[in-house]
Nanobody
Framework: QVPLAESGGGLVQAGGSLTLSCTAP????????MGWHRQAPGKERELVAS???????NYFGSVEGRFSISRDDAENTVYLQMNSLRPEDTAVYYC????????????WGQGTQVTVSS
């Protein structure tokens, strides 16, 4: 059973926007840093954004300034708002949870496809 459930992927033109959502069990969400990773064809999976339980956000690579991660503690949901999308943002996007004091992302979603056309 996949503990995290993503939604919101799809096809969008370059310059457009999409919002991804990920819902987790409260037992996971309440203690974990939540993150969004992506994997493009032929490339390794990479972390693009994370948010701690205190709301501290981090962005990695080319997404800074274009993507925004947020979490809704009442809904056990983390969001990834993606603006100014580029064809190179095309990938499968995965939600993940990292328990406190650990470096590994221990829980994953099944992934949602984001395709940006030029």
């Amino acid at each position: 059973q996949v503990p995290l459930a993503e939604s919101g992927g799809g096809l969008v033109q370059a310059g457009g926007s999409l919002t991804l959502s990920c819902t987790a069990p409260a037992s996971i969400f309440s203690i974990c840093t939540m993150g969004w990773h992506r994997q493009a064809p032929g490339k390794e999976r990479e972390l693009v954004a994370s948010v701690t339980i205190h709301g501290i956000t981090n962005y990695f690579g080319s997404v800074e300034g274009r993507f925004s991660i947020s979490r809704d503690d009442a809904e056990n949901t983390v969001y990834l708002q993606m603006n100014s999308l580029r064809p190179e943002d095309t990938a499968v996007y995965y939600c993940a949870a990292r328990p406190p004091l650990l470096s590994n992302w221990g829980a994953w979603g099944q992934g949602t496809q984001v395709t940006v056309s030029s």
